[in-house]
């Protein structure tokens, strides 16, 4: 029997291929503003969350409020939900996790409208054992990704709900983003860096790193025996 007991798993660049739905909600709103990004840019906003990402516009001159920038960009994103692809080789390990016993929840950078629209996407929504968003962490005084807290707030919450006693060493994460990675390892759980490209930058904090389908699936099968 696996020694793991629990799945967390980030959503945007794991379930389904949202970055570049996110990359242009942004780069459209803060253009409004005059305010244009480039590469260098994205190097360092990728995968912190609209939270960090609107601090850090601001910090460039974005001049309207947190909430009217999460309106704007969640207004751009749901308009343009249809067109969300669910990555390949996601429901193979999904369902893989399912029939090994692990207790499956998602854990997420978006805010709760964008996290529906990716789970209703990949049809998981009332699949997994819940859903946490940044909203939630937020609303919970805790800090997101690539902090540990949305992270040990799941497991805390698992474990609640379930009366177990499940420890971070018994947790698989599986995250696309160098920020995740950090959020997972820094709680102690055992976090799969499933990068997007091969000749994507490896984490050096991932304990197993994979980049398609059959690397993920091959990762998984060590893991879970």
């Known amino acids: 029997m696996s020694a793991f007991k629990a ?3 980030d959503i945007d660049g794991v379930v389904v291929l949202s970055e570049p739905l996110h990359v242009e909600k942004i780069t459209k709103t ?14 360092e906003l990728y995968g912190i969350g609209d939270h ?3 601090l850090a516009l601001k910090d460039r001159g974005l001049p309207i409020s947190e909430d009217e920038f999460i ?4 207004t751009y994103y749901t308009e343009n939900k249809h067109r969300l692809k669910v990555r390949d080789g996601f429901k193979a390990a999904f369902n893989m996790l399912q029939n090994k016993g ?16 990716n789970l209703d996407a990949a049809d998981i929504r009332l699949k997994t054992k819940f859903n946490l968003s940044a909203t939630d962490v937020v609303n919970k005084g805790l800090n997101t990704k690539p902090a540990p807290d949305a992270y040990l707030e799941a497991l805390r919450m698992l474990n609640a709900q379930n ?26 759980m ?9 000749q994507d930058k490896i984490s050096d904090l991932a304990s ?18």
């Open 7 to 9: 799945a967390f798993l």
């Open 30 to 43: 803060a253009q409004k503003y005059n305010i244009y990004l480039q590469q260098a840019d994205w190097d």
């Open 52 to 54: 960090r990402v609107y």
């Open 71 to 74: 309106d704007q960009t969640l």
């Open 102 to 117: 692990l207790e499956i929840a998602t854990v997420s950078s978006g805010v709760i409208e964008q996290v529906n629209a």
């Open 163 to 188: 009366g177990t006693a499940i420890t971070p060493a018994q947790c698989l994460v599986i995250e696309d983003s160098g920020s995740g990675v950090k959020s997972g390892h820094a709680a102690g």
């Open 190 to 198: 055992h976090t799969i860096h499933w990068r997007l490209e091969k």
């Open 208 to 225: 197993s790193t994979a980049y398609n389908k059959a690397g993920l699936i091959k990762v998984l099968d060590k893991l879970l025996i």
